[in-house]
C-alpha cells in the first residue's frame, strides 16, 4: 500500500535555481493538493486540483506552479527559488466527497541558500 | 476571519500521565473539525472526526470533545506512552467551500 509518495525526501537549492517536486497517489484520489509547513505555523495550502486538467491557486500559490495531466500525478514546480521557500512541502489527497480526510506524504524538506 | 488556535504550544509529560490538549477555532459556518497526528518527519495521520452533533468520540486511548457553542475542542490522552510523542493538529472544515483551517499543532512529548 503506497498512498501518497512523495519525491525527494531532502534537497538543497540555490537562489534563482528551478526544481520540481514529484507527488503520486495510487488510491485513485480526485482531490489533491500540495502543502508547505514552517515552524509555528499551520499548513498553509499552496495549490490544489479536483481532477485531471483542473488547477486552482491555494493560500500561498506566488512562486509555485502546478500541473495535473493525471489522476495519478501532481508536481509542484519551484519555478526560481527563493530562500522564503525554504520549508518543508507535502502533497496530500483525498476523495472529493471527503476533503477534510486527507492521506499525507511523508514531505520534502527543501532548503534555499 | 477563520482561526483555529491550539494550546498550549508544546507540552512535556512524563509517559503514563494523561493530558489535554486545547483548539479554539472562529470558522463559520462550521462543518466538522479533525485531529491529526504528526509524527517527526512524517506526514499528519488522522485520528478522530467531530462533526457539530457530536460531543464526544473515543479512539483507544484518545478521547476528542467538542462543544460548538463555544467553539472549542479538546483532545484528551490517556496513560500516555512514548509513541505518543508526536504534533497534534486541529483542523476546522468550513461549511461554505470545504476550505480546511489548521492550527499550528502541539508538541506532545512523553518522558521516560
Known amino acids: 500500500n503506497a498512498g501518497v509518495t512523495q519525491t525527494p525526501k531532502f534537497q538543497v537549492l540555490k537562489t534563482g535555481q528551478s526544481m520540481t517536486l514529484q507527488c503520486a497517489q495510487d488510491m485513485n484520489h480526485e482531490y489533491m493538493s500540495w502543502y508547505r509547513q514552517d515552524p509555528g505555523m499551520g499548513l498553509r495550502l499552496i495549490h490544489y486540483?479536483?481532477?485531471?486538467?483542473?488547477?486552482d491557486q491555494g493560500e500561498v500559490p506566488n512562486g509555485y506552479n502546478v500541473s495535473r495531466s493525471t489522476t495519478e500525478d501532481f508536481p509542484l514546480r519551484l519555478l526560481s527559488a527563493a530562500p522564503s521557500q525554504t520549508s518543508v512541502y507535502f502533497c496530500?489527497?483525498?476523495?472529493?466527497?471527503?476533503?477534510?480526510?486527507?492521506?499525507f506524504g511523508a514531505g520534502t524538506r527543501l532548503s534555499v541558500l | 476571519k477563520n482561526q483555529v488556535e491550539q494550546s498550549p504550544q508544546s507540552l512535556i509529560i512524563l509517559e503514563g500521565k494523561n493530558c489535554t490538549l486545547q483548539?479554539?477555532?472562529?470558522?463559520?459556518?462550521?462543518?466538522?473539525l479533525r485531529w491529526y497526528k504528526q509524527d517527526t518527519g512524517r506526514g499528519p495521520v488522522s485520528l478522530t472526526i467531530m462533526t457539530f452533533s457530536e460531543n464526544t468520540k473515543s479512539n483507544g486511548r484518545y478521547t476528542a470533545t467538542l462543544d460548538a457553542d463555544t467553539k472549542q475542542s479538546s483532545l484528551h490522552i490517556t496513560a500516555s506512552q512514548l509513541s505518543d510523542s508526536a504534533s497534534y493538529i486541529c483542523?476546522?472544515?468550513?461549511?461554505?467551500?470545504?476550505?480546511?483551517?489548521w492550527g499550528a499543532g502541539t508538541k506532545l512529548i512523553i518522558k521516560p
Open positions: 483542523v476546522v472544515s468550513a461549511d461554505s467551500n470545504y476550505q480546511l483551517i
Open positions: 486540483s479536483v481532477g485531471a486538467g483542473i488547477t
Open positions: 483548539c479554539n477555532y472562529t470558522v463559520s459556518p462550521f462543518s466538522n
Open positions: 496530500a489527497s483525498s476523495t472529493l466527497l471527503a476533503k477534510n480526510i486527507q492521506y
